[in-house]
């Protein structure tokens, strides 16, 4: 059987490794783009937003209010706002942006809130999931919906199937989470509350679920939306001069005297690598602007900008006329070109990795958060970190299986904050108990914890006890 120490091994290199891994065998993939247009109810405005990437949840993009009437451009947003659910006011002035989840805290890259309300093309307010849930394990769904799983059809499309003996308006509101009536937005929720957001205030409060009948809800007047759809390949950015997907990684080698080789076998963990990661804005004239520039190695800061605005680029076929600029993100893995050099960078930098490693196997706090000593701990840190409508909603849970739920939620959470990819005291704890992998670490927890919420203790007082 392996032993800890090896364990400990094995987990840091895939924390090391962990970066790269993911990238280096990229693949081309098509997208669909659309450009959006939607009315307000009383079709004297509309907002047209137009995607400027081909990454579905990305900020790029720009989203103009006319006048109807006068076809009379009154402002922009700097945002891309196509994906989810967009509205405009009656008098023009708020465009309100709602989507399903929220993607993260890369606000560079993100719009990080559920709810976006916008004012004369400035941001007005932002408005979380849990804001409009009162809830922390809802995996950051805000929508209501009754589906519970996913045929495959002979066509290759999935066609949802709804929880047995939905009812007629459940199944309606699976289909229809949001509607606007005047210049309010009336939003089911995953909770099964009905939320209240003013457009012009930006105000909201939430009601009973069942506040409006299903013919009602069928009353309510359907906001006019149009689509232009344009297909675009998501790639790393292609040079003039070279249309292969690695071109700026092999114009980079070329201008650092370096080799990019990772996908050979053996040299991921034998040699350093300087790892590079951008998002480039690039016109149509092939000129770009670095809007963010990753230089985790420290290669010259000055000659590797100089040498990313030196390419000559060219933007993907099919993009439409009216969009004059379009983003990519790029990654490069590049090592010393002189293989006994990069194999004396990667000795020393595995020296020191397995010293910030051993630290964290001690620390009581990573990174500002405490880290639990066992599982009795972790249990008295979430009493701490729920909140009771959280604790309500555990308790809820028939049995612990049902804890799976809150794999991409808590689990998550628990998972980054806690060091189980990247080491700490409580991933030593529990490689010291058989569990080798992060995914299983925080289950092992959540599970656990459903028991200790319930006053079942035998089985992790039987976990905690037992060392290999």
């Known amino acids: 059987m ?21 990238h280096i065998q990229a693949e081309t993939w098509v997208s669909e783009r659309k450009i959006v247009t939607v009315y307000s109810l009383n079709k004297a405005y509309k907002a047209v937003s137009v995607p400027h990437s081909a990454i579905l949840e990305a900020r790029w993009g720009k989203t103009h209010v006319y006048d109807t009437h006068t076809s009379k451009l009154l402002y922009s947003i700097p945002e891309c ?28 890259k993100y719009i990080t809130h559920s709810v976006n309300i916008y004012r004369n093309g400035k941001v007005f307010k932002h408005i979380s999931v849990k804001e409009l849930t009162h809830c922390d394990t809802c995996d950051n769904n805000l929508l209501f919906n009754a589906i519970k799983d996913f045929t495959l059809l002979q066509d290759g499309k999935y066609q949802p199937v709804l929880i047995p003996n939905t009812s007629p308006r459940d ?23 009905l939320i209240e957001l003013s457009l012009l205030s930006g105000q ?27 297909k675009c390949s998501k790639t790393y950015p292609k040079l003039r001069d070279n249309d292969s997907y690695y071109a700026v990684e092999e114009a980079l080698e ?34 770009a602007n670095i809007i963010e520039l990753s230089n985790q190695d420290s290669l010259p800061d000055t000659q590797l900008r100089d040498a990313i605005l030196s390419f000559n680029y060219v933007i993907p076929e099919n993009i439409p006329d009216e969009i004059g600029y379009w983003y990519h993100e790029f990654y490069a893995f590049m090592r010393n070109s002189n293989k006994r050099i990069a194999e004396k960078e990667r000795r020393l930098e595995k020296e020191k990795e397995h010293k910030a490693y051993l630290a964290r196997l001690t620390a009581d706090s990573i990174n ?41 939620g808590l689990g998550l959470w628990i998972r980054n904050n806690w060091g189980l990819w990247c080491g700490s005291r409580l991933q030593k704890y529990c490689l010291q108990r058989g569990l080798q992998h992060p995914d299983d670490m925080s289950g092992t927890i959540l599970r656990y914890y459903w028991e200790y919420l319930h006053s079942i203790h035998d089985s992790w007082r039987a976990f905690d006890a037992y060392q290999q």
């Open 2 to 22: 392996m032993n800890v120490l090896q364990s400990y091994r094995i987990v840091l290199l895939l924390c090391v490794l962990g970066f790269c891994c993911g």
């Open 254 to 287: 070329e201008a650092f005297n370096m080799k990019a080789d990772m996908l050979e076998n053996g040299n991921r963990d034998k040699y350093k690598y300087y790892r590079v990661y951008a998002i480039l804005s690039i016109d149509r004239t092939g000129h």
């Open 204 to 230: 909201f409060k939430d009601t009973v679920f069942e506040t409006f009948t299903m013919q009602q809800l069928s009353d309510f007047p359907p906001v006019a939306r149009s689509y232009v759809t344009f």
């Open 81 to 108: 706002l196509t994906e989810g659910y967009l509205f405009i006011s009656n008098d023009g002035t708020t465009v309100a942006h709602i989507l399903d989840q929220e993607y993260g805290s890369d606000t560079s």
């Open 368 to 408: 500002g958060v405490y880290i639990p000593r066992d599982i009795e701990d972790c249990f008295h840190q979430l009493d701490m970190l729920l909140s009771p409508q959280d604790l309500r909603t555990i308790k809820n849970y028939e049995n612990s299986n049902e804890m799976i739920k809150l794999h991409f």
């Open 171 to 193: 199944s309606f509101l699976t289909y229809n989470p949001i509607f606007l009536f005047q210049d309010t937005v009336f939003i089911y929720t995953s909770t099964r509350r």
